[in-house]
């Protein structure tokens, strides 16, 4: 559409096109996805990555949670937060290997190096510092390092794709003032990610030339004291709005739905142990454990009734979210299977040393887990919401409106 000017010579707006909307009609319109399935999703990676200690399909775990970050994470800042667990996981493997190397890694035929051993007091026996290093124990603690890592990194995904704000308004009422809490503490990393990025920007234009350790307390500082401020801030904004307030309640009724609760989760820890454990009496397992949710879960809707909170504009659970939970709880569940089917490929011996080998099965889990990459729709960046009006001048040139100070157009606001 080209711009064209009025009869009378006043120039008329345009109508304003964002800058990614050929792409965005040609496909789906960016929307943020429900924050539940996200967590469904992660939580279906973390199991399937429990149920082995093949480093292959862990990387291949890693790698398509990375993608799949890049790809669907917004302009938020719990968004950038992803690299830190990398590192963390990183952080993780390296310190179970160190582990092994320091307290016995002997127990093998490979024979790496010989270091010094450290004697110990009879009252120690069993523990052994330092020593001969053999290969397969090193081995055992990398594979066992990469699982915890990659369980760790898949809730980290979660943290970088779903809202923690818009978390808190899906979780019942009996669990509010629990929630709140959880939500501000995983709202604690991305924020602590954020404050290091604004403070390097600033010192990088203030000229500050120091880089590395040098750098920490020039750092540390003011990131510490941004994080006193945003937590003096959110406190205020929590108590403003009534955060914690409960209605006035009987004493009997609050006890009724505490012991409601306490009842439900006994029997559900009861019900979880007699279905892992074949040695105790039948009862004492999938019964025990559907009496237990069902008082949990009749504890919980009478404790919700004691909470009354309005919903702005609540998260729909669409088609696309049900795909995206689906992805997760398939992933997990063809885990599972491939550990039915082929036991020794998804726990590859350390003793002696083979080389881990993938499956059909691995491959499917994989592809699995990557689709939301695809299938969920893109984010809805902060650069595209509010894009700058093309006005049309009465000489026929069109030019850009000016852009006006976010900050100044939130304090009219």
Known sequence: MTDQATADGVGRQAPVTPPDSRSALAGRLPRALHPGAWWLWALGLATAASHTTNPLPLALLIAAAALVVVRRRGDAPWAFAFRMYLILGAVIVAMRVVFRLVFGGGQGDHVLLHLPEIPLPAWA???????????????????????????????????????????????????????????????????????????????????????????????????LADALDRSLALAAAMDSRGYGRTAAIPAGQRALTGGLVLAGLVGVCVGTYGLLDATVPGYLGLPMLIVGLATAVAGMLLAGRQVRRSRYRPDRWRITEVVVAGCGVATAVVMAVAGSVDPVRLYPPVSPLTWPELTPLMLLVVAVAVAPAWLAPPPTLAAHRTPRPVLTAPNGTTRSSPKRDTSESEAQR
């Open 125 to 223: 026996a069993g523990i052994r510092l330092f020593g001969p290093v053999a290969a397969e124990q090193l081995l055992g603690g990398f594979y066992d390092g990469l699982r915890l890592a990659t369980m760790l990194i898949c809730l980290g995904a979660a943290n970088a794709l779903a809202n923690p704000k818009r978390l808190l308004k899906a979780v019942p009422g009996a669990l509010y003032a629990v929630s709140t809490a959880v939500v501000v503490a995983l709202s604690v990393a991305p924020q602590l990610v954020e404050s290091v990025l604004r403070v390097r920007r600033a010192r990088r234009l203030r000229g500050a030339a120091r880089q590395g350790l040098r750098a920490l307390r020039g750092i540390a500082l003011p990131v």
